[in-house]
């Protein structure tokens, strides 16, 4: 069964940090490009931060530009997501996603996927709410 899990979602207060993690199974995460979206209530979907299969390209939102992290460890089949300065707007449902990269023009494209193809596949959330 293809599965994405993610984990390290909590409450935090405004200048904290978390750091999610996403591990695949099922399939190995070698020949797949990863993302990092997140869900706001009353708000779109959005792409926060993506990675080549190779961990060489990355893009970031311009929203958490110098505060997050991605990063990825292929031979745990897991990515993860570091995040800094965490703000009040940061709350929202954080999502991780992988699409092989044979599909994927370049980072900016894989963060704005609204949907993956047959071979690709979205976890199922973890929640992350900044709040005093």
């Known amino acids: 069964q293809v599965q994405l899990v993610e984990s390290g979602g909590s409450v935090v207060q405004p200048g904290g940090s978390l750091r999610l993690s996403c591990t695949a199974s099922g399939f190995t995460l070698d020949y797949y490009d990863i993302g990092w979206f997140r869900q706001a209530p009353g708000k779109e979907r959005e792409g926060v931060s993506c990675?080549?299969?190779?961990?060489?390209?990355?893009f970031y939102a311009d929203s958490v530009k110098g505060r997050f992290t991605i990063s990825r460890d292929n031979a745990k089949n897991t990515v993860y997501l570091q995040m800094d300065n965490l703000k009040p707007e940061d709350t929202a449902v954080y999502y991780c996603?992988?699409?092989?990269?044979?599909?994927?023009?370049?980072?900016?494209?894989?963060?704005?996927?609204?949907?993956?193809?047959?071979?690709?596949?979205w976890g199922q959330g973890t929640q992350v709410t900044v709040s005093s």
């Open positions: 990675m080549d299969r190779h961990g060489r390209m990355t």
């Open positions: 996603v992988a699409e092989h990269s044979a599909l994927i023009i370049n980072m900016e494209a894989m963060c704005a996927l609204r949907t993956t193809s047959s071979v690709g596949s």
